[in-house]
């Protein structure tokens, strides 16, 4: 009966191998399908020029943000913790660049990855305690970061005016990098 059971085991890795590959020809083919004819709709996905896949998360007042409605906005998307020692170093930059460019154009949308942090209470007391005032949203079951495939943290995403992925980021960005990225997008 066990080998039995690891020869299905093993059938099944092969199929789901299988299977991965094809869908991973398949994609390569649509991509190249879309890239050929520039009329077509651009791919939502996690790779530079593609859209960002849009998903809605609350503030911890309870306001809930959508990424879709920063659409017309430079964006940068954030990916934090409150105990990531790389994130505390970054989120001063962050604060001086969102004070010294909060006039519509540019956004930073900072997502907490509270499943991950210690506590949920933790979150405020940081913002608190370092001043933050840019838009911090929850994500409390972790569901945003896994759609972003965040395995590192601090990641950004910084993302234009249209909703496409210009750069792909993981480490503390700086006010200088942030100014000099920002700059560099429509």
């Given at each position: 009966m066990s080998k039995l059971k690891k020869y299905l085991a093993i059938i099944v890795l092969i199929g789901l191998a299988l299977w991965g590959f094809g869908s991973v020809q398949g994609n390569r083919s649509t991509s190249n399908t879309s890239s050929s004819n520039q009329a077509q709709a651009l791919t939502v996905g996690l790779e530079v020029g593609n859209l960002a896949p849009d998903f809605?998360?609350?503030?911890?007042?309870?306001?809930?943000?959508?990424l879709s409605s920063l659409k017309g906005k430079k964006v940068i998307l954030n990916f934090w913790a409150s105990w990531c020692p790389p994130c505390r170093q970054e989120m001063p930059d962050m604060e001086k660049f969102y004070k010294e460019n909060n006039n519509g154009e540019i956004e930073i949308l900072a997502v907490n990855l509270t499943d991950a942090e210690k506590s949920r209470a933790d979150v405020p007391t940081f913002m608190k305690t370092n001043g933050i005032t840019f838009p911090v949203v929850l994500d409390e079951k972790g569901k945003v970061g896994q759609l972003y495939n965040v395995s590192s943290i601090p990641a950004s995403f910084i993302i234009d005016s249209k909703g496409v992925i210009q750069k792909k980021l993981v480490g503390p960005m700086t006010y200088e990098s942030m100014k000099s990225m920002l700059t560099a997008i429509r």
């Amino acid at each position: 009966m066990s080998k039995l059971k690891k020869y299905l085991a093993i059938i099944v890795l092969i199929g789901l191998a299988l299977w991965g590959f094809g869908s991973v020809q398949g994609n390569r083919s649509t991509s190249n399908t879309s890239s050929s004819n520039q009329a077509q709709a651009l791919t939502v996905g996690l790779e530079v020029g593609n859209l960002a896949p849009d998903f809605a998360l609350q503030t911890l007042e309870g306001k809930s943000i959508t990424l879709s409605s920063l659409k017309g906005k430079k964006v940068i998307l954030n990916f934090w913790a409150s105990w990531c020692p790389p994130c505390r170093q970054e989120m001063p930059d962050m604060e001086k660049f969102y004070k010294e460019n909060n006039n519509g154009e540019i956004e930073i949308l900072a997502v907490n990855l509270t499943d991950a942090e210690k506590s949920r209470a933790d979150v405020p007391t940081f913002m608190k305690t370092n001043g933050i005032t840019f838009p911090v949203v929850l994500d409390e079951k972790g569901k945003v970061g896994q759609l972003y495939n965040v395995s590192s943290i601090p990641a950004s995403f910084i993302i234009d005016s249209k909703g496409v992925i210009q750069k792909k980021l993981v480490g503390p960005m700086t006010y200088e990098s942030m100014k000099s990225m920002l700059t560099a997008i429509r």
